[in-house]
Protein backbone atom coordinates (compact mmCIF):
# COMPACT_ATOMS: atom_id res chain seq x y z
CA UNK A 1 0.00 0.00 0.00
CA UNK A 2 1.06 3.65 -0.86
CA UNK A 3 3.00 4.76 2.40
CA UNK A 4 0.84 6.78 4.94
CA UNK A 5 -2.27 6.04 3.17
CA UNK A 6 -5.78 5.56 5.39
CA UNK A 7 -8.12 2.87 3.31
CA UNK A 8 -11.21 2.81 3.81
CA UNK A 9 -12.58 1.81 0.74
CA UNK A 10 -12.88 -1.53 1.20
CA UNK A 11 -16.28 -1.96 -0.39
CA UNK A 12 -14.68 -0.78 -3.24
CA UNK A 13 -11.64 -3.31 -3.48
CA UNK A 14 -9.50 -4.79 -0.55
CA UNK A 15 -6.15 -5.21 -0.61
CA UNK A 16 -4.86 -8.53 -1.51
CA UNK A 17 -3.59 -10.45 1.70
CA UNK A 18 0.16 -11.28 1.79
CA UNK A 19 -0.51 -14.70 2.08
CA UNK A 20 -2.77 -14.98 -0.80
CA UNK A 21 0.05 -13.11 -2.99
CA UNK A 22 2.32 -16.18 -1.59
CA UNK A 23 -0.06 -18.45 -2.32
CA UNK A 24 -0.56 -17.69 -6.26
CA UNK A 25 3.08 -17.03 -7.27
CA UNK A 26 4.18 -19.95 -8.06
CA UNK A 27 1.03 -20.50 -10.51
CA UNK A 28 2.68 -18.09 -12.65
CA UNK A 29 5.72 -19.47 -13.08
CA UNK A 30 6.54 -23.08 -11.87
CA UNK A 31 3.12 -24.31 -12.41
CA UNK A 32 1.92 -22.89 -15.27
CA UNK A 33 0.47 -26.16 -17.12
CA UNK A 34 -3.45 -26.06 -17.88
CA UNK A 35 -5.80 -27.85 -15.98
CA UNK A 36 -7.33 -29.25 -18.35
CA UNK A 37 -3.94 -30.90 -20.06
CA UNK A 38 -4.27 -34.58 -19.70
CA UNK A 39 -0.19 -34.70 -18.51
CA UNK A 40 0.80 -34.53 -15.09
CA UNK A 41 2.26 -31.53 -15.50
CA UNK A 42 -1.56 -30.24 -15.48
CA UNK A 43 -2.82 -32.39 -13.80
CA UNK A 44 -1.67 -31.45 -10.27
CA UNK A 45 -3.00 -27.93 -11.28
CA UNK A 46 -5.91 -29.43 -11.64
CA UNK A 47 -5.76 -31.24 -8.21
CA UNK A 48 -4.80 -27.54 -6.73
CA UNK A 49 -8.06 -25.83 -8.27
CA UNK A 50 -9.97 -28.26 -6.20
CA UNK A 51 -8.63 -27.45 -3.47
CA UNK A 52 -9.15 -24.31 -3.47
CA UNK A 53 -12.55 -24.82 -4.23
CA UNK A 54 -13.18 -26.78 -0.96
CA UNK A 55 -11.51 -23.99 0.92
CA UNK A 56 -13.81 -21.87 -0.59
CA UNK A 57 -16.62 -24.20 0.04
CA UNK A 58 -15.56 -24.67 3.45
CA UNK A 59 -16.11 -20.27 3.93
CA UNK A 60 -19.95 -20.84 2.75
CA UNK A 61 -20.81 -24.43 4.03
CA UNK A 62 -21.79 -25.78 0.79
CA UNK A 63 -20.72 -28.82 -1.06
CA UNK A 64 -17.57 -28.03 -3.12
CA UNK A 65 -19.55 -29.42 -6.43
CA UNK A 66 -21.78 -26.27 -5.93
CA UNK A 67 -19.26 -23.75 -6.90
CA UNK A 68 -18.05 -22.56 -10.22
CA UNK A 69 -15.59 -20.12 -10.67
CA UNK A 70 -16.04 -17.33 -12.73
CA UNK A 71 -14.22 -13.76 -13.40
CA UNK A 72 -16.16 -11.66 -11.02
CA UNK A 73 -19.38 -11.22 -9.35
CA UNK A 74 -20.59 -9.26 -12.25
CA UNK A 75 -20.14 -12.27 -14.80
CA UNK A 76 -21.92 -14.23 -12.00
CA UNK A 77 -25.07 -11.89 -11.82
CA UNK A 78 -25.52 -11.63 -15.67
CA UNK A 79 -24.93 -15.44 -15.77
CA UNK A 80 -28.15 -16.01 -13.48
CA UNK A 81 -29.98 -13.68 -15.04
CA UNK A 82 -29.64 -14.99 -18.33
CA UNK A 83 -29.86 -18.53 -17.38
CA UNK A 84 -33.20 -18.02 -15.36
CA UNK A 85 -35.10 -16.43 -18.52
CA UNK A 86 -33.87 -19.16 -20.49
CA UNK A 87 -34.91 -22.07 -18.35
CA UNK A 88 -38.17 -20.38 -17.99
CA UNK A 89 -38.93 -19.18 -21.78
CA UNK A 90 -43.08 -18.81 -20.44
CA UNK A 91 -41.93 -16.77 -17.63
CA UNK A 92 -41.15 -12.73 -18.55
CA UNK A 93 -40.84 -10.70 -15.22
CA UNK A 94 -37.64 -10.54 -12.81
CA UNK A 95 -37.79 -8.83 -9.38
CA UNK A 96 -34.74 -7.08 -7.80
CA UNK A 97 -34.44 -3.94 -5.92
CA UNK A 98 -33.85 -0.53 -6.31
CA UNK A 99 -30.87 -0.33 -4.53
CA UNK A 100 -28.80 -2.69 -6.23
CA UNK A 101 -25.67 -2.86 -7.43
CA UNK A 102 -25.63 -2.17 -11.55
CA UNK A 103 -24.19 -5.59 -12.03
CA UNK A 104 -28.01 -6.46 -11.56
CA UNK A 105 -29.23 -3.21 -12.41
CA UNK A 106 -27.92 -3.08 -16.07
CA UNK A 107 -28.73 -6.53 -17.46
CA UNK A 108 -32.89 -5.97 -16.13
CA UNK A 109 -32.57 -2.19 -17.95
CA UNK A 110 -31.40 -4.11 -21.14
CA UNK A 111 -34.17 -7.37 -20.64
CA UNK A 112 -36.99 -4.35 -20.63
CA UNK A 113 -35.70 -3.08 -23.67
CA UNK A 114 -36.15 -6.15 -25.19
CA UNK A 115 -39.59 -6.62 -23.35
CA UNK A 116 -38.98 -8.33 -20.24
CA UNK A 117 -40.82 -7.52 -17.45
CA UNK A 118 -38.71 -6.17 -14.46
CA UNK A 119 -39.93 -4.89 -11.02
CA UNK A 120 -37.66 -2.99 -8.76
CA UNK A 121 -38.96 -3.39 -5.00
CA UNK A 122 -38.97 -0.39 -3.09
CA UNK A 123 -37.11 -0.15 0.57
CA UNK A 124 -38.29 1.81 3.46
CA UNK A 125 -36.11 4.89 5.13
CA UNK A 126 -33.63 2.81 6.63
CA UNK A 127 -32.69 0.71 3.52
CA UNK A 128 -34.57 -2.55 5.02
CA UNK A 129 -36.77 -4.05 2.03
CA UNK A 130 -40.43 -3.75 1.72
CA UNK A 131 -41.24 -7.23 2.15
CA UNK A 132 -44.97 -6.50 2.00
CA UNK A 133 -44.66 -4.73 -1.22
CA UNK A 134 -42.50 -8.07 -2.36
CA UNK A 135 -45.63 -10.68 -1.96
CA UNK A 136 -47.84 -8.39 -3.74
CA UNK A 137 -46.25 -7.98 -7.03
CA UNK A 138 -44.57 -11.43 -7.49
CA UNK A 139 -46.54 -13.85 -9.19
CA UNK A 140 -46.44 -16.73 -11.67
CA UNK A 141 -44.85 -15.28 -14.27
CA UNK A 142 -41.72 -14.37 -12.26
CA UNK A 143 -38.94 -16.60 -13.61
CA UNK A 144 -36.49 -15.04 -10.72
CA UNK A 145 -36.46 -12.69 -7.83
CA UNK A 146 -32.59 -11.36 -7.54
CA UNK A 147 -31.73 -9.36 -4.24
CA UNK A 148 -28.81 -8.49 -2.63
CA UNK A 149 -27.56 -9.68 0.49
CA UNK A 150 -26.12 -6.92 1.76
CA UNK A 151 -26.21 -3.08 0.21
CA UNK A 152 -22.82 -2.20 -1.26
CA UNK A 153 -23.19 1.68 0.24
CA UNK A 154 -25.22 1.08 3.42
CA UNK A 155 -24.16 -1.93 4.17
CA UNK A 156 -27.50 -3.15 5.15
CA UNK A 157 -28.66 -6.43 5.29
CA UNK A 158 -32.00 -8.08 3.46
CA UNK A 159 -33.05 -10.93 4.87
CA UNK A 160 -32.39 -13.44 2.15
CA UNK A 161 -33.76 -16.65 3.53
CA UNK A 162 -37.21 -15.20 3.77
CA UNK A 163 -36.75 -13.71 0.43
CA UNK A 164 -36.46 -17.04 -1.16
CA UNK A 165 -39.16 -18.53 0.52
CA UNK A 166 -41.52 -15.78 -1.02
CA UNK A 167 -40.11 -16.55 -4.54
CA UNK A 168 -40.47 -20.22 -4.00
CA UNK A 169 -43.95 -20.18 -2.94
CA UNK A 170 -44.91 -18.89 -7.00
CA UNK A 171 -42.28 -21.15 -8.00
CA UNK A 172 -39.59 -18.73 -9.09
CA UNK A 173 -36.06 -19.34 -8.49
CA UNK A 174 -34.10 -17.10 -5.83
CA UNK A 175 -30.23 -15.46 -6.01
CA UNK A 176 -28.78 -13.30 -3.94
CA UNK A 177 -25.66 -10.95 -5.16
CA UNK A 178 -23.55 -11.79 -1.55
CA UNK A 179 -20.39 -9.45 -3.27
CA UNK A 180 -20.42 -7.61 -0.11
CA UNK A 181 -21.61 -10.28 2.47
CA UNK A 182 -19.09 -13.09 2.01
CA UNK A 183 -16.21 -12.72 4.41
CA UNK A 184 -18.14 -10.13 6.39
CA UNK A 185 -20.60 -12.30 7.86
CA UNK A 186 -20.94 -15.58 8.51
CA UNK A 187 -22.85 -17.47 5.70
CA UNK A 188 -24.37 -21.42 5.96
CA UNK A 189 -25.60 -22.06 2.45
CA UNK A 190 -25.90 -26.12 3.85
CA UNK A 191 -28.87 -24.48 5.90
CA UNK A 192 -30.46 -21.97 3.04
CA UNK A 193 -33.15 -22.27 0.44
CA UNK A 194 -30.81 -20.03 -1.76
CA UNK A 195 -30.57 -21.12 -5.30
CA UNK A 196 -27.79 -18.70 -6.57
CA UNK A 197 -25.09 -16.95 -4.98
CA UNK A 198 -23.25 -14.18 -6.45
CA UNK A 199 -19.28 -13.58 -5.30
CA UNK A 200 -16.49 -11.61 -6.23
CA UNK A 201 -12.82 -12.29 -4.58
CA UNK A 202 -11.18 -8.97 -4.14
CA UNK A 203 -14.08 -7.54 -1.91
CA UNK A 204 -12.43 -10.19 0.52
CA UNK A 205 -8.32 -9.98 -0.40
CA UNK A 206 -8.15 -11.87 -2.83
CA UNK A 207 -7.13 -10.32 -6.44
CA UNK A 208 -9.38 -8.61 -9.08
CA UNK A 209 -10.39 -11.09 -11.70
CA UNK A 210 -11.93 -14.20 -9.40
CA UNK A 211 -15.08 -15.12 -8.50
CA UNK A 212 -17.96 -17.59 -8.36
CA UNK A 213 -21.48 -18.86 -8.36
CA UNK A 214 -22.80 -20.81 -6.29
CA UNK A 215 -25.80 -23.05 -8.05
CA UNK A 216 -27.73 -24.74 -5.42
CA UNK A 217 -27.86 -28.63 -6.14
CA UNK A 218 -30.34 -30.20 -8.37
CA UNK A 219 -31.17 -26.41 -9.71
CA UNK A 220 -31.12 -26.44 -13.04
CA UNK A 221 -28.53 -23.72 -14.84
CA UNK A 222 -28.24 -22.75 -18.33
CA UNK A 223 -24.71 -21.96 -18.72
CA UNK A 224 -23.68 -18.37 -19.92
CA UNK A 225 -20.07 -19.12 -21.20
CA UNK A 226 -20.14 -21.82 -23.83
CA UNK A 227 -17.12 -23.51 -25.69
CA UNK A 228 -15.78 -25.84 -23.17
CA UNK A 229 -16.06 -28.45 -20.97
CA UNK A 230 -14.39 -26.43 -17.82
CA UNK A 231 -16.23 -26.11 -14.37
CA UNK A 232 -18.65 -29.06 -15.59
CA UNK A 233 -19.31 -27.31 -18.27
CA UNK A 234 -21.17 -24.51 -15.86
CA UNK A 235 -18.45 -21.89 -17.33
CA UNK A 236 -16.30 -22.87 -20.30
CA UNK A 237 -12.90 -20.88 -20.74
CA UNK A 238 -9.25 -22.13 -19.48
CA UNK A 239 -9.22 -21.50 -15.80
CA UNK A 240 -7.50 -18.36 -14.37
CA UNK A 241 -5.57 -20.38 -12.12
CA UNK A 242 -3.56 -18.11 -10.27
CA UNK A 243 -6.80 -16.35 -8.98
CA UNK A 244 -8.50 -19.58 -8.51
CA UNK A 245 -5.65 -20.35 -6.02
CA UNK A 246 -6.09 -17.04 -4.35
CA UNK A 247 -9.43 -17.06 -3.76
CA UNK A 248 -9.24 -20.53 -1.94
CA UNK A 249 -6.37 -18.94 0.28
CA UNK A 250 -8.61 -15.60 0.97
CA UNK A 251 -11.56 -17.90 1.73
CA UNK A 252 -9.29 -19.99 4.38
CA UNK A 253 -7.70 -16.75 5.80
CA UNK A 254 -11.18 -15.34 5.75
CA UNK A 255 -12.74 -17.85 7.85
CA UNK A 256 -9.96 -18.18 10.52
CA UNK A 257 -10.24 -14.28 11.00
CA UNK A 258 -13.80 -13.92 10.59
CA UNK A 259 -15.27 -13.92 14.60
CA UNK A 260 -12.04 -12.01 15.54
CA UNK A 261 -12.14 -9.43 12.85
CA UNK A 262 -15.17 -8.48 12.53
CA UNK A 263 -15.99 -7.49 15.99
CA UNK A 264 -12.78 -5.48 15.78
CA UNK A 265 -14.61 -4.12 12.40
CA UNK A 266 -17.64 -3.27 14.33
CA UNK A 267 -16.22 -1.68 17.37
CA UNK A 268 -13.79 0.59 15.39
CA UNK A 269 -16.79 1.76 12.82
CA UNK A 270 -19.27 2.40 15.95
CA UNK A 271 -16.26 4.59 17.05
CA UNK A 272 -15.69 6.49 13.83
CA UNK A 273 -19.64 6.68 13.53
CA UNK A 274 -20.23 8.04 16.82
CA UNK A 275 -17.88 10.46 17.35
CA UNK A 276 -17.85 12.08 13.92
CA UNK A 277 -21.84 12.39 14.57
CA UNK A 278 -21.12 13.90 18.02
CA UNK A 279 -18.87 16.37 16.43
CA UNK A 280 -20.10 17.52 13.43
CA UNK A 281 -23.37 19.42 13.11
CA UNK A 282 -26.16 18.01 10.76
CA UNK A 283 -24.65 14.63 10.26
CA UNK A 284 -26.97 11.39 9.87
CA UNK A 285 -26.41 7.79 9.45
CA UNK A 286 -28.48 6.39 6.41
CA UNK A 287 -29.25 2.46 6.72
CA UNK A 288 -30.14 0.12 9.15
CA UNK A 289 -27.85 -0.11 12.01
CA UNK A 290 -28.88 -2.80 13.69
CA UNK A 291 -28.29 -5.04 10.60
CA UNK A 292 -25.41 -4.11 8.62
CA UNK A 293 -22.39 -5.71 8.28
CA UNK A 294 -19.92 -4.62 10.38
CA UNK A 295 -17.36 -3.04 8.07
CA UNK A 296 -19.64 -0.41 6.56
CA UNK A 297 -20.66 3.35 7.41
CA UNK A 298 -22.04 5.32 5.24
CA UNK A 299 -22.68 9.22 7.05
CA UNK A 300 -24.68 12.12 5.60
CA UNK A 301 -22.86 16.10 6.37
CA UNK A 302 -25.69 18.28 5.41
CA UNK A 303 -25.64 21.19 3.09
CA UNK A 304 -22.05 20.23 1.64
CA UNK A 305 -20.83 17.69 -1.83
CA UNK A 306 -19.38 14.85 -0.83
CA UNK A 307 -16.83 14.93 -3.52
CA UNK A 308 -15.40 18.50 -1.90
CA UNK A 309 -15.37 16.17 1.21
CA UNK A 310 -13.36 13.02 -0.49
CA UNK A 311 -11.35 15.41 -2.24
CA UNK A 312 -9.91 16.87 1.43
CA UNK A 313 -9.51 14.00 2.99
CA UNK A 314 -7.74 12.43 0.23
CA UNK A 315 -5.22 15.45 0.86
CA UNK A 316 -4.68 14.31 4.44
CA UNK A 317 -3.86 10.51 2.44
CA UNK A 318 -7.88 9.19 3.34
CA UNK A 319 -9.47 7.37 0.90
CA UNK A 320 -13.02 6.85 1.26
CA UNK A 321 -16.11 7.17 -1.36
CA UNK A 322 -19.02 8.65 -2.02
CA UNK A 323 -21.06 4.97 -2.89
CA UNK A 324 -20.10 2.57 -5.21
CA UNK A 325 -17.04 2.74 -7.55
CA UNK A 326 -18.63 1.81 -10.64
CA UNK A 327 -20.78 4.82 -10.51
CA UNK A 328 -18.39 7.53 -9.99
CA UNK A 329 -18.37 9.74 -11.95
CA UNK A 330 -21.98 11.26 -11.82
CA UNK A 331 -23.26 14.31 -10.10
CA UNK A 332 -26.49 12.43 -9.68
CA UNK A 333 -27.07 11.68 -5.90
CA UNK A 334 -26.70 7.68 -4.62
CA UNK A 335 -29.43 6.18 -6.50
CA UNK A 336 -29.30 3.93 -3.10
CA UNK A 337 -29.87 6.80 -0.98
CA UNK A 338 -32.63 8.43 -3.36
CA UNK A 339 -34.79 5.53 -2.79
CA UNK A 340 -34.41 5.68 0.87
CA UNK A 341 -35.48 9.45 0.27
CA UNK A 342 -32.53 10.75 2.03
CA UNK A 343 -33.13 14.40 1.81
CA UNK A 344 -31.34 16.10 -1.33
CA UNK A 345 -28.87 18.52 0.78
CA UNK A 346 -27.92 15.14 2.65
CA UNK A 347 -27.68 12.64 -0.43
CA UNK A 348 -25.26 14.69 -1.92
CA UNK A 349 -23.20 14.86 1.11
CA UNK A 350 -22.67 11.28 1.73
CA UNK A 351 -19.67 9.26 2.76
CA UNK A 352 -19.36 5.82 2.92
CA UNK A 353 -16.52 4.60 4.80
CA UNK A 354 -15.70 1.22 4.71
CA UNK A 355 -13.26 -0.68 6.71
CA UNK A 356 -11.05 -4.24 6.45
CA UNK A 357 -9.65 -6.18 9.10
CA UNK A 358 -6.26 -4.38 8.17
CA UNK A 359 -7.82 -1.34 9.56
CA UNK A 360 -6.22 -0.29 13.09
CA UNK A 361 -7.38 1.93 15.75
CA UNK A 362 -4.59 4.97 14.61
CA UNK A 363 -6.19 5.17 11.73
CA UNK A 364 -9.27 5.91 12.30
CA UNK A 365 -8.65 7.85 15.03
CA UNK A 366 -6.82 10.14 12.38
CA UNK A 367 -9.93 10.44 10.18
CA UNK A 368 -12.07 10.87 13.70
CA UNK A 369 -9.20 14.20 14.06
CA UNK A 370 -9.16 15.71 10.34
CA UNK A 371 -13.17 15.25 9.27
CA UNK A 372 -14.72 17.67 11.55
CA UNK A 373 -12.67 20.82 10.56
CA UNK A 374 -13.07 19.39 6.73
CA UNK A 375 -16.62 19.90 7.39
CA UNK A 376 -16.75 22.52 9.32
CA UNK A 377 -14.69 24.73 6.19
CA UNK A 378 -16.47 23.31 3.30
CA UNK A 379 -19.93 24.73 4.77
CA UNK A 380 -18.46 28.08 5.01
CA UNK A 381 -18.00 28.07 1.92
CA UNK A 382 -21.32 26.16 0.95
CA UNK A 383 -23.73 27.66 -1.70
CA UNK A 384 -26.25 25.80 0.46
CA UNK A 385 -26.44 27.58 3.52
CA UNK A 386 -25.86 26.39 7.10
Given at each position: ?28 T ?139 R??AL?H ?69 I ?6 E ?40 V ?51 T ?6 R ?34
Amino acid sequence: MEKNVIYLDNNATTRMADEVMDAMLPYFTSFYGNPSSIHSFGGQVHKKIEDARESLAALLNCYSDELAFTSCGTESDNAVIAGSLKMNSFRKKIITTQVEHPAIMGPCKKLQSMGYFVEYCPVDHMGRLRLDILSDIIDDTTALVSTMWANNETGTIFPVHEIAEIAHRHGALFHTDAVQAVGKIPIDLKESNIDFLSLSGHKFHAPKGIGALYIKRHTKFNPFMLGGHQEKGLRAGTENVPGIIAIGKAAELAAEHIKNSLNNMAELRDELEQKLIKVCPDARVNGDKERRVPNTTNISFEYIEGESILMMLNAHGIAASSGSACTTGSLEPSHVLRAMNVPYTAAHGSIRFSLSRYTSKEEINKVIDVTPSIVKRLREISPYGK
